[in-house]
């Protein structure tokens, strides 16, 4: 399936962050502590960066196994990440792919360690963020690791319930630099949701933690 074929929910988030994917990337310079903690110790021969944006979390993937394969469904931002790609030089063993995350440009039980954080939360219905999910479990290597994050209740930001059953829907506002704002779809996971969601999925979780406002789960593959 390649983004063009996959749910209509999905063109949405294409077509907001194909307009903010330049100002966007500037403010996106470093990889997240989570996710160098994760890959720290960690290694492989294939990874995966679902929700790549643009590519700050494929540097220190790169670092970790022989080939690395970032995956999202905007085209600006897949050029943004081509081009610090080249400028850093880590794009050795490193592709781009425009594609979907319910269906990953990799073949079954190929991937030692993957990425997808700061992504789950913008698809727009729970049967895709599971469906999502359920592919990376395909995905993963029988001892494969991935780090799953997504915005939670828990974050100071959102006046909301962080023991609740159940996260909200909202949008959030992107300012570019000449003031024009950009809604942008996001769902705001109550922990326990986030966990519930995994658990449906074919992925097993290993931990789950609210770190930064933020739930985490290191999974791997039933």
Known sequence: ???????????????????????????????????ESFLDGRSGEVGIDVGCGNGRHCEPLRDRVEDVVGVDVSRGLLLEARARARERGYDSGLSFVRGDAAALPVSDDRVDLAVYVAALHHLRSRERRVASLTELARALAPDGRALVSAWSTAHDRFDADADAEAGFDTTVDWTLPDGETVPRFYHIYAPREFDADLAASDLRIVDSVVSSGNCYAVVGSE
């Open 1 to 35: 399936m390649t983004p063009d074929d996959a749910d209509s929910t999905a063109r949405p988030t294409a077509s907001t962050y194909d307009r903010i994917a330049g100002h966007f990337s500037k403010t996106r310079e470093h990889a997240w502590p989570e996710v």
